[in-house]
């Protein structure tokens, strides 16, 4: 099966720098890569996701890479904010499985 | 939220017990998962289900079971088998056609006492 491997586990930034996450999967038949974002004991939301057919999007402060030659993919976060503090999980899947990244615990210092 | 419930919010079993957790979603989603997250280790999945009455077994099969008998509900029971089932336990549904996006439940904390 996929195996998605996710860096760093912790990241502490100032307020207003660029946080990066990175994750690598296996499967070359994965096609579809989101991001979630998870506030302590809450639910995990979507953040952002990309599919196979696409490089990189966007969507206001966030954007994801993904490099499928090399099988990985990228979260940016710039101009970070207090409340983007969470833990941030990738995933990748397609069809009807996701494997979930062990998480990333970000930490914006105000 | 997306109309995804689980229930209960916490639940406290002693050993030996099979307890039974809730999940319903009002969606239409033909899809249903059920994950544990662990501190550190991310969402494993337990079990899934593509169709009413069809369900397969995910990574973490072992000591859950789950039926579908409805579109709406995916119950999980973890039993006695389980050796460690103290842990946060996330359902999610999502669309079977277009988007993939996974719906999240609020999740259930179970404690083995």
């Known amino acids: 099966g996929e195996n998605v491997e996710q860096h760093p586990s912790t990241l502490s930034v100032q307020e207003g720098d660029s946080a990066v996450i990175k994750c690598t999967y296996s499967d070359s038949a994965s096609n579809y890569f989101p991001w979630y974002k998870q506030e302590l004991g809450k639910r995990p939301q979507l953040i952002i996701d990309i599919r196979s057919n696409v490089g990189e999007k966007k969507d206001q402060r966030i954007a994801v890479t993904l490099n499928k030659t090399a099988k990985h993919f990228s979260l940016h976060i710039t101009e970070t904010q207090p409340e983007d503090s969470a833990v941030y999980f990738c995933?990748?899947?397609?069809?009807?499985?996701?494997?979930f990244g062990t998480g990333t615990s970000l930490t914006v210092i105000p | 939220d997306g109309g995804i419930t689980q229930s209960p919010k916490y639940l406290f079993r002693k050993e030996g017990q099979n307890v039974t957790l809730s999940c319903e979603q009002n969606?239409?989603?033909?899809?249903m998962y059920w994950y544990r997250q662990d501190p550190g280790q991310g969402l494993r999945l337990i079990y899934y289900?593509?169709?009413?009455?069809?369900?397969q077994k995910g990574d973490i099969a072992e000591g859950y079971s789950v039926s579908r008998e409805k579109k709406e509900s995916f119950p999980l029971t973890v039993t006695s088998a389980q050796k460690n089932p103290t842990a946060f336990y996330l359902c999610a549904s999502r669309s079977r056609g277009g988007r993939h996006e996974q719906f999240f439940g609020p999740g259930t904390r179970l404690t083995v006492l």
């Open positions: 289900s593509q169709i009413v009455n069809d369900f």
């Open positions: 969606l239409n989603h033909d899809a």
């Open positions: 995933a990748a899947g397609g069809g009807n499985q996701f494997y």
